[in-house]
């Protein structure tokens, strides 16, 4: 059986596999510094996982940026596991979490230029110009609803 789960990862144990997967990601995969990927806001943030068979192969951390203004950040998947629909169902969960709360509630992301589609096509859309995060183009978005 391949059941994907999503969850707010709460334990010690459970935000280890968060910081494991974005080290993976960001740090191995991508070579982004460690200073930058942990930048000292994990503990502002609300963090989530996708487990496949009780395994974590997915994170992203939410951070409440404004009154109804909240930021996904640091989604990643590991490579085994991508182009499956897991990065999909992690965004979209996680909309859901936040516009469940609170209709009103607004959801913004800074995406690698090379993601784009991926988030146009779960509803977000770009809005300003692209700019450069420790290298690599962004651009921010918006979900619209």
Do not use: W
Request: hydrophobic share 40%.
């Amino acid at each position: 059986m391949n059941e994907l789960n999503f969850k707010k990862a709460v334990s010690i144990y459970e935000i280890e596999f968060c910081y494991y997967i974005r080290k993976k990601v960001f740090c191995d995969e991508q070579k982004i510094s460690k200073g930058i990927e942990f930048d000292g806001l994990d503990n502002v943030c609300e963090h989530f996982l996708i487990t496949k068979n009780k395994e974590a192969i997915a994170t992203a951390r939410v951070r409440k940026k404004e009154n109804y203004i909240y930021k996904i950040e640091r989604v990643s998947v590991l490579i085994s596991h991508r182009r499956n629909n897991v990065g999909t169902l992690l965004i979209r969960e996680i909309v859901n979490k936040y516009k469940k709360i609170e209709k009103k509630n607004s959801l913004i992301l800074h995406s690698q230029v090379t993601a784009e589609n991926f988030y146009k096509s779960i509803n977000f859309i770009p809005y300003g110009k692209q700019f450069l995060e420790d290298g690599i183009f962004h651009i921010a978005m918006r979900y619209l609803a």
